[in-house]
Structures are given as C-alpha cells and as structure tokens.
C-alpha cells in the first residue's frame, strides 16, 4: 500500500475509535487498562497519582480536545481568556487527559508509537497577534528552562515545544499543579519501534530544543496492544 493511499484513508470508525497507530493505542489505555497506564505514569513521575481520565473516552466517541475546549474537559473553563492571551486558537490537540485528584492537578498526555511522529512542520501560525503571542509564549517556556533562547522550537519540534508551553502555562501563569506525559508505544504492529530506539530519539529531540531534565514531565512507555479495540 502507497503512502498516498494509505493517507486517504478513514483514520477512525464511526464510532470514533482509531484503526491503528498512537490514537489506537492511548484509546485502548485509557478505556480499557486504565490502571495499568495510571500505574505506568506514577512510576515515571514518582508519585502516587489517583487519575480520572477525561479523553479520550469511549462514551465520548474518543474525543480529544484542545484550545478552550481542553480546559472545560478538565473543570477548569474559567481560565479560558488567560489561555487566549497565552497562545492563539488552534493550540495543542491533547492526545489524553486527566484529571489528579489527589492534588485537583492535570495530566497532559502526547503519545507516539514511532519516532517520526514526534517531528513535523513547524508552526504555521498566521497573523502578527498569533506569531507574537506563540514567540512570547516560547521565549517565558525557554527561561523557566533554563535553556538558551537560539535553539529553533518553531521548527519540526515545533508539537514539542507548544506542549512545554502549555505546561509552563499551568505552571507558572495559573500556578496549577500539571505534569506533562510523553507516552510512548514500543513495537506497535503498525510501525515497530524498540525501547531503545525510542531512547536514542529522545536524546536527539532534547537536545535539538536545548534541554535536559524537565521538570514536571515524564516519559512513559508501554507494549502496544497487538489485537484489535
């Protein structure tokens, strides 16, 4: 099957539920082993997380969500115009969320099930409103990082960096406690991919944006489920 044709096709059922890939996969974790993946983001992060997954879920035809939509999804809409001050429409989509409900914090989840997945376009942002808010966005996210300001996040690693943001914005604007998730899916039938190749990925990637260890974010990794949802 080309690459062409391959892209033309229906991703997801009409009942929203994916085929294949990333989406298929964190639909399965969050619907239907939600403990095991609750268990697998609390070692990673080194707390006793007590989650609530709010997307994707099956009873919500696996919706995900994104810009205001993402924080009323989590009880938190009455930040929606701190959230159009920080970043313009057409934000992250979340791939997960959750709620914490031992500390009323968030989780944010970006799942991936091979390493091309995490590199694309770059920011196709339009407007000078737009543009000014994302480099102002990124320039905060860079020193709350510590990291030099020279490296391009608008570029292929642009999702990264918008994500990173957002966790700033939690942070250190809404002073909510956030962590961000990086789940990544080993030996997916759709696009295997090793433990160790995901190790050497992540290397790259971090140091492509200039930074070490982030604070409040975890990589997770999991077996992806090989049957069908």
């Known amino acids: ?10 991703r997801c059922d009409n009942d929203g539920k994916a085929f294949a890939g990333s989406q298929r996969q964190v639909q399965f974790y969050v619907n239907e082993q939600p403990l095991v993946l609750n268990q697998a983001i609390s070692d990673a992060c080194g707390i ?4 609530r997954w709010v997307s994707p879920l099956k009873a ?27 970043w313009p429409s057409g934000g992250p989509h ?17 799942a991936k099930s091979h390493v091309a997945e995490i590199f694309g376009n770059g920011c196709t942002a339009e407007g000078d409103s737009s543009i000014k808010k994302i480099d102002r966005a990124i320039l905060s996210t860079k020193k709350w990082l510590q990291v030099s300001d020279h490296g391009n996040w608008k570029g292929p690693l642009y999702q990264s960096a918008n994500r990173l943001a957002h966790l700033y914005f939690f942070r250190e604007i809404l002073h909510i406690q956030a962590w961000l998730v990086n789940l990544y899916f080993t030996d997916d039938p759709h696009s ?8 050497d990925g992540i290397v790259d990637v971090k140091q492509s944006l200039g930074i070490g260890a982030i604070p409040f974010c975890a990589d997770v990794f999991l077996p992806a489920v090989q049957s069908t949802l």
Do not use: C, I
């Open 1 to 10: 099957m080309t690459k062409q044709v391959e892209e033309q096709m229906p």
């Open 60 to 86: 919500d035809s696996y919706r995900e969500y994104w810009d205001s939509a993402f924080l009323k999804a989590l009880g938190l809409h009455r930040y929606s115009e701190q959230l159009k001050q920080f």
């Open 48 to 51: 006793p997380f007590d989650l």
């Open 192 to 199: 295997p991919t090793s433990r160790a190749s995901w190790q």
């Open 94 to 110: 979340w791939d997960a969320l959750a709620v914490e409900s031992r500390t009323s914090g968030v989780v944010f989840v970006e």
